[in-house]
């Protein structure tokens, strides 16, 4: 029963790793250009703190999740793995709700505050972002599963 936990415990935090890795890369490339009246301007993920945020929140998740996969649930640092699960879900809850919240600004505009939509001009930066949010989103709700199954593991250390 044991091996059938860790084994559990070790596949969630592979896909969660996986889904943190492919966020980062996916914002990481995105960028794309357009010209607006003569102007010329670039799309990056760097002209946004909060899609930095979220790069920067996976990043480490990404090199979080391995140290982990070496640490066990049944000792003492069981508690420190499950302490920084929960570090780990609410960082990458709170980058994910940034990131959301300026993609949907740029995909909708805010016309009280006078902010035009730009997803019209630069389509395949909006399509990386949200691609990179969806593998974020699952990120987090992977890291939320694991952290909901290793506080299991650690209120019922039945072998």
């Not at 890795?21 to 490339?29: F, G, K, P, Q």
Request: glycine share 6%; charged share 10%; with cysteine.
């Amino acid at each position: 029963m044991a091996k059938i936990k860790r084994i559990i415990a070790t596949l969630l935090r592979l896909l969660a790793w996986g889904a943190a890795l492919s966020a980062a890369i996916v914002m990481v490339t995105s960028h794309d250009s357009a010209n607006v009246l003569n102007l010329s301007f670039d799309a990056k993920y760097t002209n946004s703190r909060a899609f930095v945020y979220f790069v920067i929140a996976n990043a480490i998740a990404i090199g979080f999740s391995p140290i982990a996969l070496f640490l066990s649930f049944s000792t003492e640092l069981g508690r420190l793995v499950f302490l920084l699960d929960v570090c780990m879900t609410l960082l990458l809850t709170s980058s994910i709700s940034a990131a959301m919240a300026i993609a949907d600004v740029g995909k909708k505009g805010n016309s009280h505050a006078g902010w035009l939509p730009i997803c019209g001009q630069v389509p395949k930066f909006c399509d990386h972002v949200i691609g990179a949010l969806v593998a974020g989103f699952s990120a987090a709700v992977l890291y939320f599963l694991l952290l909901l199954y290793s506080m299991h593991t650690l209120l019922d250390p039945k072998p």
